[in-house]
């Protein structure tokens, strides 16, 4: 079974830090992209980063400088730093997996991020 279980989020004031965690079990992590993408209220889910399986990134351009995605696959985990916080990052931030070959996509259960003084 494929868990993916995100956790460091929380309540923190503009201008704060954050990392975020994402433990991945039933799944060989080292052969998998992996991303971080986030839902606020009312919008759409995006893309916030990925890292390849060989460690190349990808961040999203509004947030390149203050959040930076990374990986460590002895402990099967990907994290996401993010620094300068403003309140327009506050929404649920989503782990994600995936593979091309086979075609295989695993998201997990979100973790909270609210960023308010």
């Known amino acids: 079974q494929v868990q993916l279980v995100e956790s460091g989020g929380g309540l923190v004031q503009p201008g704060g830090s954050l990392r975020l965690s994402c433990a991945a079990s039933g799944i060989r992590f080292s052969l998998y992209a992996m991303g971080w993408y986030r839902q606020a209220p009312g919008k759409q889910r995006e893309l916030v980063a990925v890292?390849?399986?060989?460690?190349?990134?990808n961040h999203a351009d509004s947030l390149k400088g203050r959040f930076t995605i990374s990986r460590d696959n002895a402990k099967n985990t990907v994290y996401l730093q993010m620094n300068t916080l403003k309140p327009e990052d506050t929404a649920v931030y989503y782990c994600?997996?995936?593979?091309?070959?086979?075609?295989?996509?695993?998201w997990g259960q979100g973790t909270q991020v609210t960023v308010s003084s």
């Open positions: 890292i390849t399986s060989g460690g190349s990134t």
């Open positions: 994600n997996a995936f593979r091309s070959s086979p075609r295989e996509r695993y």
